[in-house]
């Protein structure tokens, strides 16, 4: 089960900052990864970062403003966002995975467990 929290209503150039727990699977065998889906829109790859968590990987979209981390001992992913924009309002998802094992993981089919949506809104 991966549960998401820390979404909320930003002004333009705030910053937030998403968690996501994991319970009931060995998390450090995971990939780890975040999505986004804005309204009538697909949803998009937002950021990944590898079993060790020594290897990240972003869209081009959030590149040096997004930073997504991991810590195995407490089984938690976060995605730090920072000089947020309105674009980037959308549900953001976390999701785990190891059925690959080639590297980066930016689909969604690449993915085992997905945990529901925190609502990002970030006003002009």
């Known amino acids: 089960q991966l549960q998401a929290s820390g979404g909320g209503l930003v002004q333009a150039g705030g910053s937030l900052r998403l968690s996501c727990a994991a319970s009931?699977?060995?998390?450090?065998?995971?990939?780890m990864g975040w999505f986004r889906q804005a309204p009538g829109k697909e949803r998009e790859f937002v950021a990944t970062?590898?079993?060790?968590?020594?290897?990240?990987y972003y869209a081009d979209s959030v590149k040096g403003r997004f930073t997504i981390s991991r810590d195995n001992a407490k089984n938690t992913v976060y995605l730090q966002m920072n000089s947020l924009k309105p674009e980037d309002t959308a549900d953001y998802f976390c999701?785990?995975?190891?059925?690959?094992?080639?590297?980066?993981?930016?689909?969604?089919?690449?993915?085992?467990?997905w945990g529901q949506g925190t609502q990002v809104t970030v006003s002009s």
């Open positions: 009931g699977l060995a998390f450090s065998g995971y990939y």
């Open positions: 970062i590898a079993r060790n968590a020594f290897s990240t």
């Open positions: 999701a785990a995975g190891r059925l690959t094992q080639y590297w980066p993981n930016p689909q969604p089919h690449e993915y085992d467990y």
